[in-house]
């Protein structure tokens, strides 16, 4: 069975869980929430991706997402 949604960010907000969230967090401190759902249309075009999916992009590959958004990674700080 195949199921569409369209979801904005809020909604993704809410779906995701994990890592993801961490990710999305930063998106939203920064103010690019749309800039992030065009990159997802862009990042899955021609597919129907799952939450799933979705979410493991946004947990996994953060750094790709920061990137394409012009979000400066964090510094790790040291004790």
Known sequence: ????????????????WSGAVDTLD???EEGKEEELMDWLQQVFEGDIPTLTEVNDYLRFEEEDVYEALGIEEEEEEEE
């Open 1 to 16: 069975m195949e199921i569409k949604n369209d979801f904005s960010f809020e909604d993704l907000k809410n779906e995701c």
């Open 26 to 28: 930063r998106v939203e």
